[in-house]
């Protein structure tokens, strides 16, 4: 028995390797499996290689694995990417259709050649061989057909009782054929029972769209974009039923204005997109601060720069996220790195944006985007929807004409009353020129003074009241290293660090959570007490071990590990590299 | 009920004396006052150059934005808030040169909000450079040997890209002007008004006497009918592009905001953002 495995299915894009992964993964949900998955695709609609793997395990866990258990292929390419990272005994599924071979050098891993097409063909549908070959992985695996009919049922029961026999009966065609090939059961295969737990099967981007819903946003106008299409998408679904729309602009420009357009009218609105989207947003990202009008911006990061690698991990947009625009606003810069927080952190955004009244963006990644995975349950207890000083619905004092509403008050905390168009008496103006209280242009220069200063302080207190702007796992008070990541690297990190403590190691982890204001006082003095820094980022430059160094200081023990050729990390690639940075120092005394 | 001076306040507009963007602001104030809106109920929301600042100098809820973007943000506020009135107005920079995408999208989306756009023909406020309105051999800084590109005409780019609501109009013809806002307004989707408004500083070809001289009157023309897309694109390309009155006006396409599933009557914003825990288990039970 095990306590987890990893399967993959590959072939060429649009041949349903997606659902084929999708409905092995439901049925392990539903038989209470820990679940997270990697998608393998390109920037094209049919064609090239695609795969989709998929770890199952007993308790939670939020990493791709190192090696791979089973390998389902639909063609040759395939077994020729991927077989090499099989485990010792490891197994092939492969279709007989096109005669597959194993390559050289790969002894122990074990190829079942199985007809898939030929048995999905003898049932009416060549389409049906995705089924076949996930009833041949359940017959190693040992999960009975049974176990998948209430899937098949929910995917096929409108199109008819015949449709999902069809498909049940491919599916035990399937495990029958492995059935004989193997004689049955492989204990090496078997997982232990799970814990049973009901859980959620989601994505990221999925989260993010419930959390929006949750949060109150009601409009979203947004240009498609990969990897964050998925939010708005889920939201032209939804928000119909909840009396809002979604409108898919003419770019991100109009994306990002119309947002700010709704939110000074009062409503949530919030917009999503990638790299080049959150590039042409600058200059209003800078209009939403000067007019301090609420505003939450999604950046699910992708391989930069330009169009890069659009299906692609990176997180190289941190520098552009927290710089960009021109001139000086308050802005504030999340990044939630599991699917829980990507659905509470959407909503805390929302809140912030209009406590403070200041743009908002939240910044994924690829991997936490699309990785669909299983996901605890969330607590509707726990949403809030905070707004500030915002008074709609009030009736406000009567004020002659001439006599605007103080929109932008200079006060204590730097964030002024606020109120919508359509209130009587809370007539104002609204402009990205420097303006007065009452929102007219002015260029005096202790307006200008008094106005930037009001702006900027509105942050000063957001580090300390923010949720765990830093998730630390620290238990050692002197570690041999901090290893400090953001957004997805999170569950990689934990199981480079286990196997790193194995050995002796002392090590830390933080993972940001808030990039900008920079929680330096949070994060100090675990850098402080650590012998070396070691950070994880995917992009080239490091951009975390950057800002470490600006906000903290330590330049001399911040080393990074850099991974940018498009691929999440593995866990053994950040435990290998980092025992290689310690070698130089601590590792040697600790491993004597 | 307010009147066109509760429309009105004390902000002296920086504009040159001259500039025809003051009757612009004239009949803007006025044709809100005739169709009845308090000014709480009027929203202006303007680009940036000379007849950007407009939304500034009148007394109703104004938003200056980022150049070139009047329109989106104007569709924002109109989905937060459908019972608001939503004026965009701007330049002809700022609607037919960096704007100009938003323009055509804001046409084809057909959102009930009015456009005014202030067609001086020219760059006022960065001192005189060419404008995508500008006539071809037009000399300014930026073309001193004359423009060589061809100039656009708003009221058959609007027609072209399916606008139900494309009128024209000249700062000297106020009243003529101020009508055309309230239908404008009164139109049941997107209505484009584009503005004869004279740079009497940089423009000295098409100035206050040039258009007196060469604009044509749609009411003059005989049979002329606002509701024929194919003659009044016939119509403006034969007076090339000088037509002054409501061109064309569609009235049976529905808004934006009537088509889309489920969009209330009241704003957006004065409906509940909460979420009930029923709704949210609905929506939870999908992922599981």
């Known amino acids: 028995m095990i306590s987890q495995l990893s399967w993959k299915v590959g072939g060429q894009q649009g041949e349903?390797?997606?659902?084929?992964?999708?409905?092995?993964?439901?049925?392990?949900?539903?038989?209470?499996?820990?679940?997270?998955?990697?998608?393998?695709?390109?920037?094209?609609?049919?064609?090239?290689?695609?795969?989709?793997?998929?770890?199952?395990?007993?308790?939670?866990?939020?990493?791709?694995?190192?090696?791979?258990?089973?390998?389902?292929?639909?063609?040759?390419?395939?077994?020729?990417?991927?077989?090499?990272?099989?485990?010792?005994?490891?197994?092939?599924?492969?279709?007989a259709k096109f005669n597959p071979k194993l390559p050289e050098g790969l002894p122990s891993v074990r190829l079942l050649t199985v007809p898939l097409t030929e048995i999905a063909d003898e049932l009416g549908t060549s389409l049906m061989k995705n089924m076949v070959s996930i009833g041949a992985s359940s017959s190693i695996l040992g999960i009975p057909v049974e176990n998948y009919r209430n899937i098949v049922e929910d995917m096929f029961l409108r199109k008819g009782e015949k449709v999902v026999e069809k498909n049940m009966e491919a599916i035990r065609r399937g495990f029958d054929f492995v059935n004989e090939l193997t004689g049955g059961n492989l204990p090496e295969f078997q997982l232990e029972k799970a814990d049973g737990q009901k859980q959620l099967f989601m994505i990221g981007n999925d989260a993010i769209a419930l959390g929006a819903i949750a949060g109150g946003v009601r409009f979203m106008p947004a240009y498609p974009i990969t990897p964050a299409s998925e939010i708005m998408e889920y939201l032209i679904k939804k928000l119909p039923k909840f009396g809002g729309t979604v409108?898919?602009?003419?770019?991100?420009?109009?994306?990002?204005?119309?947002?700010?357009?709704?939110?000074?009218?009062?409503?949530?609105?919030?917009?999503?997109?990638?790299?080049?989207?959150?590039?042409?947003?600058?200059?209003?990202?800078?209009?939403?601060?000067?007019?301090?009008?609420?505003?939450?911006?999604?950046?699910?990061?992708?391989?930069?720069?330009?169009?890069?690698?659009?299906?692609?991990?990176?997180?190289?947009d941190l520098n552009a996220l927290i710089n960009g625009t021109h001139g000086e606003i308050p802005k504030v810069v999340m990044a939630p790195s599991t699917v829980e927080e990507c659905f509470y952190d959407t909503i805390e955004a929302l809140n912030i944006a209009e406590e403070y009244q200041v743009p908002v963006i939240l910044a994924t990644d690829l991997t936490l985007s699309l990785g669909k995975q299983t996901v605890t349950p969330f607590d509707f207890s726990k949403v809030e929807i905070r707004?500030?000083?915002?008074?709609?619905?009030?009736?406000?004092?009567?004020?002659?004409?001439?006599?605007?509403?103080?929109?932008?008050?200079?006060?204590?905390?730097?964030?002024?009353?606020r109120v919508v168009p359509g209130q009587k008496y809370g007539l104002h103006h609204v402009t990205g020129v420097e303006h007065q209280p009452s929102g007219n242009p002015s260029e005096s220069p202790v307006n200008r003074k008094q106005q930037m200063d009001k702006r900027m302080r509105k942050l000063d207190g957001l580090v300390q009241k923010f949720p765990n702007p830093v998730l630390f796992d620290a238990p050692h008070s002197e570690p041999d290293v901090l290893i400090v990541g953001v957004n997805s690297t999170g569950g990689t990190?934990?199981?480079?660090?286990?196997?790193?403590?194995?050995?002796?190691?002392?090590?830390?982890?933080?993972?940001?959570?808030?990039?900008?204001?920079?929680?330096?006082?949070?994060?100090?003095?675990?850098v402080e007490k650590a012998t070396k820094v070691i950070t994880v980022e995917n992009n080239a430059t490091g951009q975390i071990a950057n800002l470490l160094k600006l906000h903290v200081g330590h330049a001399e023990k911040i080393e990074s590990v850099l991974k940018y050729d498009g691929n999440p990390f593995l866990p053994k690639e950040i435990y290998t590299e980092v025992k290689g940075l310690i070698k130089h120092g601590d590792y040697e005394r600790v491993s004597k | 009920m307010a009147t066109?001076?509760?429309?009105?306040?004390?902000?002296?507009?920086?504009?040159?004396?001259?500039?025809?963007?003051?009757?612009?602001?004239?009949?803007?104030?006025?044709?809100?006052a005739n169709v009845g809106l308090e000014p709480e109920q009027l929203a202006v929301v303007s680009g940036i150059g000379c007849s950007g600042r407009i939304s500034g100098y009148i007394n109703c809820y104004g938003f200056h934005g980022v150049h070139g973007r009047a329109l989106p943000i104007a569709q924002g506020l109109k989905m937060a808030n459908r019972e608001l009135t939503v004026i965009a107005a701007g330049g002809d920079g700022d609607g037919f040169a960096i704007g100009m995408g938003h323009t055509v999208h804001a046409i084809r989306r057909n959102?009930?909000?009015?456009?005014?756009?202030m067609d001086n023909q020219i760059y006022g406020l960065t001192k005189g450079q060419t404008s995508p309105r500008s006539q071809t051999g037009f000399v300014t800084k930026s073309t001193p040997g004359g423009s060589i590109e061809s100039a656009i005409s708003p009221v058959e780019l609007a027609l072209s890209v399916g606008a139900t609501f494309v009128a024209q109009s000249f700062s000297s013809d106020l009243k003529g002007l101020t009508e055309l806002i309230e239908k404008g307004i009164k139109h049941e989707g997107f209505s484009l008004i584009n503005v004869f408004s004279p740079c009497v500083t940089y423009n000295k070809v098409n100035t206050y006497d040039w258009f007196k001289e060469n604009i044509v009157q749609v009411d003059s023309i005989e049979g002329y009918d606002p509701h024929d897309r194919v003659k009044a694109m016939s119509y403006s390309m034969q007076y090339k592009g000088l037509l002054n009155g409501l061109i064309y006006q569609n009235t049976e396409q529905k808004s934006y905001e009537q088509l889309v599933p489920g969009f209330k009557e009241e704003g957006l914003v004065k409906?509940?953002?909460?979420?009930?825990?029923?709704?949210?288990a609905k929506l939870v039970k999908e992922f599981a």
């Open chain 1, 16 to 95: 349903g390797i997606e659902s084929t992964g999708e409905i092995f993964s439901m049925a392990m949900n539903r038989m209470g499996y820990h679940l997270y998955s990697y998608r393998h695709f390109s920037s094209r609609i049919k064609g090239g290689h695609t795969n989709n793997k998929i770890r199952v395990s007993t308790k939670p866990m939020r990493a791709i694995s190192d090696d791979l258990d089973i390998l389902v292929a639909f063609d040759q390419e395939t077994i020729d990417l991927n077989a090499h990272e099989l485990r010792e005994g490891g197994i092939v599924i492969a279709d």
């Open chain 1, 247 to 316: 409108i898919q602009t003419e770019d991100e420009i109009a994306a990002i204005t119309m947002a700010i357009g709704a939110n000074y009218g009062g409503v949530r609105a919030l917009t999503a997109s990638a790299g080049p989207g959150l590039s042409l947003m600058m200059e209003a990202i800078g209009l939403a601060g000067i007019t301090e009008t609420p505003v939450v911006i999604v950046d699910t990061q992708r391989g930069g720069p330009s169009t890069g690698m659009p299906t692609k991990q990176e997180q190289s």
């Open chain 1, 387 to 417: 707004r500030g000083k915002l008074l709609l619905g009030q009736e406000l004092p009567e004020r002659e004409q001439n006599d605007l509403f103080k929109r932008y008050e200079v006060t204590e905390d730097g964030v002024s009353p």
């Open chain 1, 493 to 526: 990190i934990q199981e480079a660090k286990e196997r790193l403590e194995k050995e002796g190691l002392k090590v830390n982890h933080a993972q940001i959570r808030l990039i900008h204001p920079f929680p330096t006082e949070v994060i100090k003095p675990y």
């Open chain 2, 4 to 32: 066109m001076k509760e429309f009105r306040n004390n902000i002296k507009p920086n504009w040159c004396p001259g500039c025809g963007d003051f009757s612009v602001q004239a009949a803007i104030q006025r044709a809100a």
């Open chain 2, 111 to 117: 959102m009930n909000i009015t456009y005014i756009v």
């Open chain 2, 271 to 280: 409906q509940d953002l909460r979420l009930s825990e029923e709704d949210f």
